[in-house]
C-alpha cells in the first residue's frame, strides 16, 4: 500500500469523509508530519490530514475546513490503522465501479 500517493490518499479520506492524522499519512509516505503538506494551499480537499489533539488541520481558516470534516468522529491516527483503512476502502471503491 505504500504506493500510494498524497493525493490518492486526500481523494480516499475525502470520499469517506474520514480524516488522518499528520503523523498517520507521513509515516506511510515515509516522510515527516512537518513537511507531508508542503507546497500545498490550504484548501478544503486538504483538510481532511488533521492534528492528532484538535482533530483539525493546522493553520486553517474556518471556512477553508470542509463542511463534513466532523461527520466522522474518529480520526485514524497511525500508520498501521491507515495503511488497513486504505486498503479496506480502496477495495470497496474497487468493487464498487466494477
Do not use: C, F
Request: glycine share 8%.
Amino acid at each position: 500500500m505504500t504506493d500510494m500517493t498524497l493525493d490518492a490518499i486526500l481523494d480516499t479520506l475525502e470520499n469517506s469523509r474520514q480524516r488522518a492524522t499528520y503523523g498517520a499519512v507521513a509515516s506511510l509516505l515515509g516522510k515527516t508530519p512537518r513537511t507531508l503538506m508542503r507546497g500545498r494551499e490550504r484548501a478544503q480537499h486538504h483538510s481532511w490530514i488533521v492534528n492528532r489533539n484538535n482533530g483539525k488541520p493546522t493553520g486553517y481558516d474556518e471556512e477553508l475546513l470542509h463542511p463534513e470534516l466532523a461527520v466522522n468522529e474518529h480520526v485514524i491516527d497511525s500508520r498501521d490503522e491507515l495503511e488497513a483503512w486504505l486498503t479496506s476502502n480502496t477495495l470497496a471503491g474497487a468493487e464498487k465501479g466494477a
